[in-house]
């Protein structure tokens, strides 16, 4: 280890390469409430979190576990999931008085029509505002599954259900 009196040991969060410090600045001094979205193998994890210098508060938490307790039986970590995700934390952000947020992805590199962007698509349509390029959120065909129907033939009920999940999910809203 290094010693000296120019060395100085950085964050430990940066050293494991977790956090970008800054961005993560760049991203507070918006004095928006962040829209973080993480992707892991099998879920979808959505957060609506506002920064205080006590530590950050989650105004809203879904994971995409969630949809299969309202009824969804596909898999949890694809777009169409991602998107329901992404309504069901705008709705239940929009209990707690969230109208506008900022897009937080964290080191997850920006990919065009990824999971975090279906997600951010549906956030968007609950009714939050956030300010992105249309061209870089998912295709319709994807958001509602036709994709994954082509590839599996009994999952051509895929669509349906998203419809139906979708419904009951804006219908909290009301």
Known sequence: MATGTTYSVKFRRKRQQKTNYKRRLNLLKSGKIRFVVRVSNKNIIAQLVEYSEEGDRIMSHVNSQVLKTMGWGYSTSNTSAAYLTGILCGVKGKEKGVSEAILDIGRHPHVKGSKIYGCLKGLIDSGIAIDCDEEI??????????????????SKDIEGQFIKLKEQILALNK
């Open 137 to 154: 959120l998912p295709d319709g065909d994807r958001i509602n599954g036709k994709t994954i129907a082509s590839y599996f033939e009994k």
